[in-house]
């Protein structure tokens, strides 16, 4: 870009405030009219800007000294130019103007062909922490961490932006007060109208927020990576031991059968109980062993789903008819009160049969004897519900999601030790889930618990 088009060369040409004051004075080299700021008799700026106006006029100024610089002379004899804006200037000029004094989100200066410092706009200083008389005259470099330092990195910018007109990077930089942010860089080169350098624009945004956003984005996804590596391991493992134990416990099952029937010899009262307690036992462990293993295939996502539709009050019948034993035992009535025969869901029938199972013996389990178990279903929309009520211990208000985490039992805090994993629930809930329907409870402590189960509508 030529310098007569650079915002910040229009505005260092109006002399905008770049520190208190903006000094300047000129004379000739080699022809060619040459402007410098000065902004103290100790140091001037290296800026070198060859300017187009016509004649300056000059004017002997003076300077206060600034307090506590006892080098400073009180009066200095400099030519300021007292150049504004011609009065045939655009409006764009001022806009310019107004981009460099007002942008506080990006830090926009100007450096000199050698990197110090030559404007500095109130977003600089928000960013950095330096105000326009700390660091005018200072090499860019000041911002550079120690490491981009001892790698010569600020001049490195500088001859990558002259040699191809610009340069962007991102990277960790330094605050007047020793922090460090995360900023986004664009250094452009500054050249006349005869293709001299004659400095650099320098946009500086910060980007630390950003940075950290995406830093913990990574951390998450690393965390996330390394917890579903764990659960794919422990899924394979749970399967892996549930088949191992399932071989066992069936033989365990099959050689009790064997001798109850008598096929070892005759079989006394006392060692028939003793083989219906080794059974029974026997069928728990099973049952346990069968809620690990679905469990993990429903997490590692090996079952598979036979969609249809079904009737559900046919199903209902079959599933109550399956529980009564268990409801008998315990002097626990079981119904199914209201299921209009045309209600038809579309599901796997043996899912939710076996989350029917797995909710009516919950309620037996957790219901006293001589209570009550209700199911019935309705149509709700464009779903099924089903409905499994008891008169039972109930569930706090604060375990009603809780229930359904594995290897979760709140009745064991209510009732006592109760029997199974604490999987039941979790695992009827993503079976529920995965057919597009869903498993919520409704319940208040020791009036009961009412656990629905919804599903697509055929």
């Known amino acids: 870009m030529a310098?007569?088009?650079?915002?910040?060369?229009?505005?260092?040409?109006?002399?905008?405030?770049?520190?208190?004051?903006?000094?300047?004075?000129?004379?000739?080299?080699?022809?060619?009219?040459?402007?410098?700021?000065?902004?103290?008799?100790?140091?001037?700026?290296?800026?070198?800007?060859?300017?187009?106006?016509?004649?300056?006029?000059?004017?002997?100024?003076?300077?206060?000294?600034?307090?506590?610089?006892?080098?400073?002379?009180?009066?200095?004899?400099?030519?300021?130019?007292?150049?504004?804006?011609?009065?045939?200037?655009?409006?764009?000029?001022?806009?310019?103007?107004?981009?460099?004094e007002s942008v506080r989100d990006y830090a926009i200066f100007a450096l000199d062909s050698n990197g110090y410092v030559i404007s500095w706009n109130i977003g600089a200083e928000r960013i950095k922490g330096y105000q326009a008389h700390e660091i005018i005259g200072r090499h860019f470099s000041t911002?550079?961490?120690?490491?981009?330092?001892?790698?010569?990195?600020?001049?490195?910018?500088?001859?990558?932006?002259?040699?191809?007109?610009?340069?962007?990077?991102?990277?960790?930089?330094?605050?007047?007060?020793?922090?460090?942010?995360?900023?986004?860089?664009?250094?452009?080169?500054?050249?006349?109208?005869?293709?001299?350098?004659?400095?650099f624009a320098k946009v500086t945004r910060d980007l630390t927020e950003r940075k950290r956003l995406e830093e913990r984005a990574?951390?998450?996804?690393?965390?996330?990576?390394?917890a579903e590596a764990a659960n794919r391991t422990k899924s394979e493992f749970l399967a892996a031991m549930s088949h191992e134990l399932r071989t066992p416990l069936?033989?365990?099952?099959?050689?009790?059968?064997?001798i109850a029937l008598g096929v070892r010899g005759p079989v006394n009262e006392e060692q028939r109980i003793d083989l219906d307690r080794i059974r029974r036992s026997q069928l728990h462990l099973l049952g346990i062993i069968n809620d690990i293993l679905n469990f993990s295939r429903i997490e590692s996502g090996q079952l598979t789903y036979d969609i249809a539709p079904m009737r559900v009050e046919q199903l209902l019948s079959d599933t109550v008819a399956m529980i009564e034993?268990?409801?008998?035992?315990?002097?626990?009535?079981?119904?199914?009160?209201?299921?209009?025969?045309?209600?038809?869901?579309?599901?796997?029938?043996?899912?939710?049969?076996?989350?029917?199972?797995n909710l009516l013996s919950n309620a037996i389990k957790f219901t006293e004897s001589g209570g009550h178990v209700t199911v019935e279903c309705s149509?709700?929309?464009?779903?099924?519900?089903?409905?499994?009520?008891?008169?039972?211990v109930g569930i706090p208000s604060d375990k009603l999601e809780v229930v359904f985490d594995p290897f979760v039992q709140v009745g064991r805090n209510l009732t006592g030790r109760q029997e199974g994993t604490g999987?039941?629930?979790?695992?009827?809930?993503?079976?529920?889930?995965?057919?597009?329907?869903?498993?919520?409870?409704?319940?208040?402590?020791?009036?009961g618990s009412t656990f629905t189960l919804t599903l697509p509508k055929a």
């Open 250 to 258: 069936n033989a365990i099952g099959g050689y009790a059968d064997l």
């Open 423 to 447: 999987l039941g629930l979790a695992i009827s809930r993503d079976l529920a889930r995965a057919m597009h329907g869903d498993l919520v409870v409704a319940s208040e402590v020791g009036q």
């Open 379 to 392: 149509l709700r929309q464009d779903a099924v519900a089903i409905d499994v009520r008891d008169t039972g």
């Open 3 to 100: 310098v007569d088009q650079c915002p910040i060369y229009l505005a260092l040409a109006e002399h905008i405030s770049i520190d208190t004051y903006v000094w300047w004075f000129r004379r000739l080299e080699g022809g060619a009219r040459v402007v410098r700021p000065v902004h103290s008799v100790r140091r001037s700026l290296r800026a070198v800007i060859r300017m187009k106006e016509p004649d300056l006029e000059t004017t002997r100024v003076s300077k206060s000294r600034p307090a506590g610089n006892q080098d400073q002379r009180d009066d200095v004899s400099l030519s300021r130019s007292e150049v504004a804006a011609p009065a045939a200037a655009p409006e764009s000029f001022n806009l310019y103007r107004l981009l460099v």
């Open 143 to 199: 911002f550079y961490p120690a490491e981009d330092l001892a790698r010569g990195k600020p001049d490195w910018e500088l001859t990558v932006a002259a040699d191809v007109g610009r340069f962007e990077d991102e990277g960790w930089r330094v605050r007047k007060d020793g922090t460090m942010f995360w900023a986004n860089v664009i250094i452009t080169a500054l050249r006349n109208e005869h293709g001299d350098l004659v400095g």
């Open 325 to 357: 034993p268990l409801a008998l035992a315990k002097a626990i009535s079981v119904h199914v009160t209201k299921c209009p025969p045309t209600n038809e869901a579309s599901a796997d029938r043996a899912k939710v049969e076996q989350i029917l199972i």
């Open 218 to 226: 990574i951390e998450d996804a690393r965390r996330a990576a390394t």
